[in-house]
Nanobody, 121 residues
C-alpha cells in the first residue's frame, strides 16, 4: 500500500504565498510523474502543475509565473510553491503521484486527501 500525506494549505490574503507538500510512503519501487490539481466549488478538477521523473515541468496558463512545482526524490515528496495568490486560486488542492509499486512493479496512480487553499481579497 501507498499513502500520500498533504500539508501546507490555509487562508491567505491576495498577493500572499503558500507552500504545499505531498509526501508518499509505503511499498514504492519508483515514482514517475507527480502533480498538483485543484477543484473549486461547482467546478471540475483541473491540472495545476506537473513534474516528470526528469524534473521537466508543465503548468496551467493561469498559474504560470506564479507557481513553482518541485520534487525531492530522496523524500518521495512533491512541493507547490504558490506566490502572488489570487482569490480565483481558492480551491481544494490534490496531489497526484504515478508510481510503480514494490515488489511487483505494478503501475498505480494515487491521490492525496486534498488540502484547502483560501485566498481572501
Amino acid at each position: 500500500q501507498v499513502q500520500l500525506v498533504e500539508s501546507g494549505g490555509g487562508l491567505v490574503q491576495a498577493g500572499g504565498s503558500l507552500r504545499l507538500s505531498c509526501a508518499a510512503s509505503g511499498s514504492i519501487f519508483i515514482i514517475n510523474g507527480m502533480g498538483w490539481y485543484r477543484q473549486a466549488p461547482g467546478k471540475q478538477r483541473e491540472l495545476v502543475a506537473l513534474i516528470t521523473s526528469g524534473s521537466s515541468t508543465n503548468y496551467a496558463d493561469s498559474v504560470k509565473g506564479r507557481f513553482t512545482i518541485s520534487r525531492d526524490n530522496a523524500k518521495n515528496t512533491v512541493y507547490l510553491q504558490m506566490n502572488s495568490l489570487k482569490p480565483e486560486d481558492t480551491a481544494v488542492y490534490y496531489c497526484n503521484v504515478k508510481l510503480m509499486m514494490w515488489p511487483n512493479r505494478t503501475p498505480n496512480d494515487y491521490w492525496g486527501q486534498g488540502t484547502q487553499v483560501t485566498v481572501s481579497s
